[in-house]
């Protein structure tokens, strides 16, 4: 993360310098992205990175890490440590994005954990209201579902837990014939969700798209030398930026 920080307009090619020279158009957008023990590193650290990158280029994005139970030292999956500070407030988000995490073990840190103990359901499930959007790395949906926020909406998550999630009511898009892969992100409003893993860094260049234009997520896509992979499936079509 310290590499982007070197990283000025100057230093990038004339069609990306001019667009970052200019003010970012569009409200401003305080992200929470919700850690929890077990949580998978990538899940949270790919979509941290791109926004903190497209807030270098001026968009008016702000990233908070949070937990439900307020500041706490968190253990993700691969065993890093991290502190978290700050309370749970959702009223001052406007993206809740929730990671993914182990789904199978409900006996070690993870999602399946968090699904039984309950304590994040129950507090995505309060936190909801007009103009907050919920959104979802890989297993995280199914977070999202247990809170009942997937229920009759489009919605994807891993391939792995596609099943899952439609067990929790969600209308789960597949690919073309029923494949099991389908779009990368699929954008329901208030409830934007994204497949597995490496969807992370997709679902966040799409909310930089959405909310401050196509140039500012080619900005965020060339310091992060990332070409997207497959589609955004819109369900509310908004118009082009």
Not at 15 to 27: D, H, I, K, L, N
Not at 119 to 131: D, Q, S, W
Request: with cysteine.
């Amino acid at each position: 993360m310290g590499m982007t920080a070197a990283i000025t307009a100057a230093a990038l090619p004339d069609t990306v310098a001019a667009a970052a020279a200019e003010p970012a158009v569009g409200a401003r957008q305080r992200v929470h992205i919700v850690l929890f023990d077990g949580v998978e590193e990538l899940d949270f650290a790919a979509p941290l990175e791109t926004l903190d990158i497209a807030g270098k280029f001026g968009a008016p994005v702000e990233t908070r890490l949070v937990t439900v139970e307020g500041t706490r030292r968190v253990t993700a999956a691969c065993g890093t440590r991290i502190d978290v500070g700050g309370d749970w407030a959702p009223g001052e988000a406007d993206v809740i994005l929730v990671p993914g995490g182990d789904v199978r073990d409900a006996g070690k840190p993870g999602v399946a954990a968090e699904i039984r103990r309950g304590v994040i359901p129950a507090a995505l499930r309060a936190a909801r209201r007009r103009g907050l959007t919920m959104a979802s790395v890989c297993a995280g949906a199914l977070l999202l579902g247990a809170a009942g926020l997937v229920r009759g909406r489009p919605c994807t998550t891993h391939h792995g837990c596609k099943k899952q999630l439609a067990e929790q009511g969600g209308k789960v898009v597949n690919g073309p014939g029923g494949g099991m892969l389908g779009p990368r992100v699929v954008d329901d409003g208030d409830l934007v969700t994204s497949a597995g893993v490496t969807s992370g860094l997709e679902l966040a260049l799409w909310l930089i798209q959405r909310a401050y234009g196509t140039q500012m997520s080619m900005n965020a896509e060339m310091v992060l030398e990332y070409e997207r992979r497959g589609v955004v499936h819109e369900s509310r079509r908004r118009p082009a930026r």
